[in-house]
């Protein structure tokens, strides 16, 4: 972290996905991934989104998926690089996912594909999607969660440390998936929920990971980095580590991804609410079929036997 409390060097990453941006739609499978899911996510859900953001879209892969669908209406697409928003579709802006310009509120609909993992503010990015939503506008994105390049970074550590008698960090510290659920509430979301799944994707070599690392939008961007390039006999042992640990089969080795699929609301006052403490009209002993003891004896519930009538 630098002194200015900066986890990520934001003007590196945009440097490193302008250079590889021609390419990006070689190495798009990630983002494919997600964006088949949030737009399944999102057309299962059963009201219209006349006006749509995709944030931090890349080349609009997801913003496409989305906008396709028959509940979904118009989309802007936004990417703090230019030579990615050049590859979207019309409306396009640049802009860093945590200094939106819109006035608000503006939207029905913000979506979001593995772009806010990598922002230097993400409680402030939160906060500014949420207001940029109407009263009972739906954010839906993807992020990279904690168990994200495990295999790598231990690989890395182990080895720099081994051969150099130190170690600087090379993944970044991805959140898990209970703390983007905090963060939601922490951002006033209504109705917040995240869920997180494992991909594992298999590669040749660690060179290859790496490479398709970079292509795919910066690598180690991380200011706490190491400046130089690891050195030859590190990188080499760090293979070894990696294959000792997790080869495949066919001789490659296989990388982890996991993916935090994070939803929420802006408040409204049609939303569900929680019921006050006190307000039950059933006991829970009732409804679980148990019979009720104080908190001072031995045995909780006692569960009654089932009857051939119970279901």
């Known amino acids: 972290m630098s002194e200015d409390g900066q986890i990520f060097d934001r003007r590196l990453l945009r440097a490193r996905r ?46 496409r ?5 028959p509940n979904v209406g118009a ?22 996912e945590d200094l939106l310009p819109f006035q608000e509120p503006s939207f029905n609909l913000v979506v979001s594909g593995l772009a806010l993992h990598r922002v230097n503010d993400l409680p402030g990015a939160l906060i500014q999607i949420r207001r940029s939503l109407i009263p009972d506008g739906l954010f839906m994105a993807a992020a990279l969660g904690a168990r994200s390049l495990i295999e790598l970074r231990v690989a890395l550590l182990e080895a720099e440390s081994e051969m150099e008698g ?15 659920g905090a963060l939601l509430q922490r ?3 209504a109705l917040p929920v995240t869920d997180a799944e494992i991909v594992t994707v298999t590669y040749a070599s660690l060179l290859d990971l790496m490479r398709e690392l970079r292509a795919m939008g910066g690598g180690n961007v991380l200011q706490s980095r190491k400046k130089t390039p690891l050195a030859r006999g590190t990188l080499k042992r760090a293979e070894q580590i990696y294959r000792e640990r997790h080869s495949v089969e066919g001789g490659k080795i296989g990388a982890s991804f996991e993916f935090v699929y994070l939803c929420g609301w802006a408040p409204d006052a049609s939303q569900q609410k929680p019921l006050a403490p006190g307000s039950a009209k059933v006991r829970l002993a009732d409804a679980l079929r148990t019979t009720e003891h104080s908190a001072g004896d031995k045995v909780a519930f006692s569960p009654r036997k089932r009857r051939d009538s119970d279901r």
């Open 18 to 63: 302008a250079r590889f941006a021609a390419g990006f739609a070689e190495h798009e499978f990630l983002i494919a991934h997600v964006a088949k899911e949030i737009a399944e996510r999102i057309g299962a859900v059963l009201r219209d989104f006349p006006r749509a953001l995709d944030l931090g879209a890349h080349h609009g892969l997801l913003g």
């Open 65 to 69: 998926r989305v906008a396709a669908l």
């Open 75 to 96: 989309m802007i697409y936004a990417d703090s690089t230019f030579e990615l928003a050049a590859r979207c579709p019309r409306p396009v802006l640049v802009c860093d």
């Open 166 to 180: 130190g170690a600087s960090p090379h993944v970044a510290p991805f959140a898990d998936v209970r703390d983007y």
């Open 187 to 189: 951002a006033g979301f």
